[in-house]
């Protein structure tokens, strides 16, 4: 970062990040391009709104911003805040016909398609403490693989809720160290668990984790219905992990895509593990070196051999922990091609989130929606692309009338996923 850019503000005080104070509804948005009239449904995204004395960004209030697509047309944005005494700024899942926004030191908060807040969701009390904001949606069975981690035992706890939203299976796992866990994976047989030299650090610094030279770099992978007794342990490089890709089985293979760093503060890039289950022994190798992170594969590939991933570049981390992100890229694992979009030397592109054009199609037929930021937060837009032409001019851009932060993650609704609240009882 040049002095030029330096301000009295931190980075999540600022420019693409600063947050908005206003819950808006705006109807009837711009559209450049055409939108399609089958995406219809409701692309909705969390991400920290930080106060002005908030002390970091992950330490920011959620909201939740939502686009509503309707037969061609961009009808409805509306930004809320999410209710409660700590409100969820990471994530935003459609599961068992219910909306919940997820942050992984708490309980999730369901909200309404409309963004109302319902109130914290803790599958009939099978979840006590917490839920990580990464959970895994099995496209096979319906199931919602998560898992709750903390620095007091239990330190990890793993679980499996059936496709109504009912946990069927919970197992603690003796991990051994209460490292910082904010992703893990799944096949269609095992869940693969992150145990790296990555502490929690202080939640009021800038950058809340730390890194421990004292913790081996350990993988765990338990069966879907495993127990403690069942995990399999596997060494690896010391690393962090930020976020997962996609796992799946090749043989006796698991096969683990994710993006890594060998420090913490170090730029993350595109990495597969190779943990063979009749030796025990890890193999890893870089497959993208680009700082990439964000990444997101289609739906219907969670778990099983993915060819694509749509993954955001970032610029080096500021001393704040603050960045800038710069492109989009489809990377194809097959081919190893990387396919660009490139929104521009004042943009900053956010996460994808990739839509299928119909329910058993090809992995790539499918949209990819992001919201696309102005580095200096004076505009958003919701850009679509399509994930076959991801380098070519988008399919359409909706204008938004307010701004939205750099955020998080978010998720795609279809039309009929949800009932309304009303509905409910
Ligand atoms: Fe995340």
Not at 247 to 252: I, L, V
């Amino acid at each position: 970062m040049s002095l030029a850019d330096a301000t009295s503000l931190p980075f999540h005080l600022r420019g693409a990040f600063a947050p908005v104070l206003e819950e808006r509804t705006d109807f009837e948005l711009e559209v450049t391009g055409e939108l399609p009239r089958e995406l219809a449904g409701t692309y909705v995204r969390n991400g920290p709104n930080p106060r002005r004395d908030s002390p970091s960004w992950f330490a920011g209030e959620g909201m939740l911003h939502a686009v509503h697509l309707e037969a061609g047309r961009a009808a409805c944005y509306k930004n809320r805040w999410i209710q409660g005494p700590y409100a969820p700024n990471t994530h935003v899942v459609a599961y068992a016909d219910r909306l919940l926004a997820l942050v992984e030191s708490r309980r999730p908060v369901e909200v309404t398609r409309e963004l109302e807040t319902i109130g914290v969701f803790d599958f009939d009390g099978a979840v006590a403490r917490s839920m990580t904001a990464h959970p895994k949606l099995c496209p096979h069975t319906g199931e919602l693989l998560f898992f709750s981690y903390g620095a007091t035992p239990p330190l990890l706890t793993y679980y499996r809720a059936d496709a109504s939203g009912r946990v069927v299976h919970t197992a603690e796992l003796d991990v051994g160290v209460a490292t910082f866990m904010h992703d893990f994976a799944v096949t269609r047989n095992y869940a693969v668990f992150y145990v790296l030299p990555v502490l929690l650090g202080d939640f009021r610094s800038p950058v809340p984790i730390r890194w421990a030279d004292d913790v081996p770099a350990r993988i765990a992978v338990v069966p879907r219905e495993g127990r403690n007794a069942d995990v399999r342990w596997f060494d690896v490089a010391p690393c962090t992990i930020s976020h997962t890709v996609n796992a799946f089985e090749d043989g006796d293979t698991i096969v683990l895509d994710a993006v890594r760093a060998p420090r913490v503060m170090q730029p993350h890039a595109l990495h597969r593990f190779r943990l063979d289950l009749q030796s025990g022994l890890a193999s890893e190798s870089e497959v993208c070196p680009r700082f990439l992170d964000f990444p997101r594969v289609a739906p219907g590939v969670v778990g099983a051999r993915q060819r694509y991933a749509y993954v955001t570049e970032l610029l080096d981390f500021t001393r704040d922990g603050g960045f800038t992100s710069t492109r989009a890229h489809r990377y194809d694992f097959e081919t190893h091609a990387l396919v660009t979009h490139d929104f521009g030397q004042a943009a900053m592109p956010g996460e994808c989130v990739v839509v299928p054009r119909t329910e058993r199609g090809a992995e790539d037929d499918a949209w990819a929606l992001l919201f696309v930021h102005q580095r200096d937060g004076s505009a958003t837009k919701l850009v679509i692309l399509d994930a076959r032409r991801f380098d070519a001019p988008p399919v359409a851009e909706i204008h938004l009338r307010g701004r939205v932060p750099f955020g998080l993650h978010g998720d795609w609704l279809p039309k009929k996923a949800l009932r309304e609240s009303a509905d409910r009882e």
